[in-house]
């Protein structure tokens, strides 16, 4: 079964600071990982999905790569905001029409 | 821009009532989805929906619970007989494609007495 860890599971960056989420799942076999932001006691919001194929994908201050063969992706963040502070998510889609997600890392920017 | 939308925002019901919580999915989406997040842990999987039939379901997903797409537009998930552990946000997402981007609703918190 797949299975998705997030670390760190908190981070805590001052405003500016450019920073790297990760993320790593056991079974390489995937078709793709969504990276979601989710405020507290709110939806998921999609950020990027990058496709197996893909190594990166880029919007706006934000990277995710994927390196498939090692079960592992990263987001990055460029010149944080306070608006950034959020818990960040990552999941992966196997294909079997379903997503596994991690545990998330809670970001916050202090100004 | 196109969102996914739910009702109610919030539910509290009795244990052993029924529920049914409501979902209305993109409009060109063909692919449905519901989601839970008990407080403080992860996203589950519940079940999915193609071409108006269950694709997939979690262990979670018993005969407590069923999904129905009643007129081409909404989607909901019913849960007959709610138990305490039921209580959590439920999510509805939807998607274009087999591989494409799934978009989440803003959930449903259910709270179970």
């Known amino acids: 079964k797949q299975e998705v860890t997030q670390i760190p599971a908190a981070l805590s960056v001052p405003e500016g600071e450019n920073l790297v989420l990760n993320c790593s799942f056991t079974?390489?076999?995937?078709?793709?990982l969504q990276w979601f932001r989710q405020d507290p006691g709110k939806g998921l919001t999609s950020l990027l999905l990058i496709q197996s194929s893909q190594r990166e994908q880029t919007s706006g201050r934000l990277n995710a790569s994927l390196d498939k063969s090692s079960g592992r992706s990263t987001l990055y963040i460029a010149a944080s905001q306070p608006g950034d502070s959020a818990t960040y998510l990552c999941?992966?889609?196997?294909?079997?029409?379903?997503?596994?997600f991690g545990t998330g890392t809670r970001l916050t920017v202090i100004p | 821009e196109p969102e996914v939308t739910q009702t109610p925002s919030h539910q509290v019901t009795q244990m052993g009532q029924e529920v049914i919580l409501r979902c209305v999915p993109i409009s060109n989406h063909l692919y449905f989805y519901w989601y839970r997040q008990i407080l403080g842990q992860k996203v589950e999987f519940l079940v999915s929906f193609y071409n108006n039939e269950i694709s997939e379901k979690s262990e979670i997903f018993d005969d407590q619970f069923s999904v129905e797409r009643p007129d081409g537009s909404n989607f909901t998930l019913k849960i007959r007989s709610t138990k305490l552990e039921d209580s959590a946000m439920y999510f509805c997402a939807s998607r274009e494609g087999e591989r494409s981007e799934q978009f989440f609703g803003p959930g449903t918190r259910l709270t179970v007495l």
């Open positions: 999941a992966v889609d196997t294909g079997a029409n379903n997503l596994f």
């Open positions: 079974d390489s076999a995937i078709y793709n």
